[in-house]
């Protein structure tokens, strides 16, 4: 291979997000992190603790110089806490707050931890306006449907996580609230003109640019009026028309998960590889699926692009320059982090909503009602047994509940029924309404959006499902 040749493989790899199976870096990563591999995605996999994570990343930053991403967005969507549950409300509960200032301190405390376990690059804030309820892959992640209420924290988000280094990467531009589809599975779209997109879905983001965002993350998300049926990651209108001329953002452009069947069902990883680059896009973030050889296809793919002329050598060279540039950041001397404290269940306790009264606990049957984790979530634990351990808690599938056997376990107790965004589950939704028709006294908690609510029993909505989500809510339920 030419000297050419080797500059130009490098640029390729250097474009690259890969992720790895297990608490140890390959050797294959290692390797190629010295020929000039972007960085790496971090999943729920990859940690164990947060000094095994340091030494992960330590290792990293041995072979070279990556940037180390994950989503820790607090709230349903964490890595670091994957296996335990979030410290931290997430989105919508600081939403329902509303106080900037609160935000801020979250994510500087989320920040804390991330620089704690050497990570540079957190895939968060949310910045999508969720004004369709029925959203399944945003949701609680959303600070909610107002795009004035979304903008400030964003900001304040953005503010909290870079005043210690970590470098914001605000998402999914140009905005996936208004969807009914998960781009993990197929390309939703956003159905709207362009008046109400810079209005509503731009709002947040063009807050976010002023407010220095380091990057920002690209929707798999279909615009009609903007980019046709072509997904925002791989459109030209999208990401250099409108992100870089219209709003003038000059950070990093990283895209979503490339894995995702919007781009593998429609052109593919390597092509979508190539489109996305040509489109304005700096660093490419694969996603869980792809390994060793998927990753040695994409960077021949690109290098074969730019032979051919589907992608300019300059394309490039420029996503290598604006990467530098965010390494520098990096490397910028770092103001101490203080502890995080109390922050997140206080933001719990302010955020959480009681409407009617509760009574007093006699031997608490606790029924959660089980709904399938979203792909971008997980298998992250969630539930109040750990603050209630004088109840009997039992979880069960909606669909196969057996509603009068639970009532008759029920008899002379307190009955307690916890939901995870029931207005998404009919079979939740009418399980839930039978066990209050013959327990009118049943107390509901919703953890996840309080669109859907009973008749007649007590209701505690938490914005969330995140651990400090559900102390509060059984704070409400026993002082």
Not at 107 to 118: D, E, M
Not at 406 to 419: E, G, P, Q, W, Y
Request: proline share 6%.
């Amino acid at each position: 291979m030419s000297q050419s040749d080797r500059g130009l493989r490098r640029l390729a790899a250097g474009t690259l997000l890969v992720s790895f199976q297990g608490t140890t870096a390959p050797a294959w990563v290692l390797r190629e992190l010295e020929q000039g591999l972007g960085g790496v995605t971090l999943f729920g996999w990859n940690v164990a603790d947060p000094g095994q994570v340091l030494e992960l990343t330590t290792a990293l930053r041995g072979a070279g110089e990556p940037v180390i991403s994950l989503d820790e967005e607090g709230g349903d969507v964490t890595r670091l806490a994957y296996h335990a549950g979030s410290p931290y409300p997430g989105n919508a509960a600081l939403g329902a707050v509303d106080d900037v200032d609160l935000t801020r301190r979250i994510y500087r405390a989320i920040a804390s931890q991330l620089v704690a376990c050497g990570v540079n690059l957190d895939m968060a804030p949310s910045a999508d306006v969720n004004t369709e309820a029925d959203n399944p892959v945003i949701g609680t992640r959303s600070f909610g449907a107002d795009a004035g209420l979304v903008a400030r924290h964003t900001v304040a988000a953005v503010e909290g996580l870079q005043s210690l280094n970590v470098a914001a990467c605000v998402k999914h531009f140009p905005g996936h609230g208004a969807t009914r589809v998960d781009s993990h599975l197929a390309i939703p779209v956003v159905d709207v003109g362009l008046d109400v997109l810079r209005d509503r879905e731009l709002a947040p983001f063009r807050a976010a640019i002023a407010a220095g965002a380091r990057s920002v993350m690209t929707a798999h998300v279909a615009v009609p009026a903007l980019t046709g049926e072509t997904p925002a990651t791989l459109s030209g209108a999208a990401l250099t028309g409108l992100l870089r001329g219209e709003l003038g953002y000059d950070g990093v452009v990283v895209t979503d998960a490339l894995d995702m069947h919007a781009i593998t069902k429609s052109v593919g990883l390597a092509g979508g590889a190539v489109r996305t680059l040509a489109a304005g896009s700096d660093l490419l973030c694969l996603g869980p699926v792809p390994g060793y050889d998927d990753v040695l296809a994409i960077i021949a793919e690109i290098v074969a692009a730019v032979g051919d002329g589907r992608l300019p050598a300059e394309r490039l060279e420029e996503a290598a320059a604006r990467v530098a540039a965010l390494r520098e950041w990096f490397a910028a001397p770092r103001p101490a982090a203080g502890e995080p404290g109390t922050v997140g269940l206080d933001a719990a306790r302010r955020a959480v909503r009681l409407t009617g009264a509760v009574e007093p606990l006699v031997e608490p049957l606790v029924i959660e009602v089980d709904t399938p984790p979203t792909i971008a979530v997980g298998d992250v634990p969630w539930g109040v047994g750990p603050w209630l351990p004088e109840a009997e808690i039992v979880r069960v599938a909606p669909a196969a509940a057996d509603v009068p056997g639970l009532l008759a376990k029920a008899v002379n107790r307190s009955l307690v029924v916890v939901v995870k965004d029931a207005h998404r589950h009919q079979a939740a939704r009418e399980m839930v309404a039978a066990l209050v028709a013959e327990r009118p006294d049943t107390t509901v908690i919703e953890m996840g959006l309080p669109v859907w609510r009973p008749a007649g029993a007590a209701y505690i909505a938490t914005y969330g499902a995140a651990r400090p989500n559900a102390q509060a809510a059984v704070e409400l339920l026993t002082t």
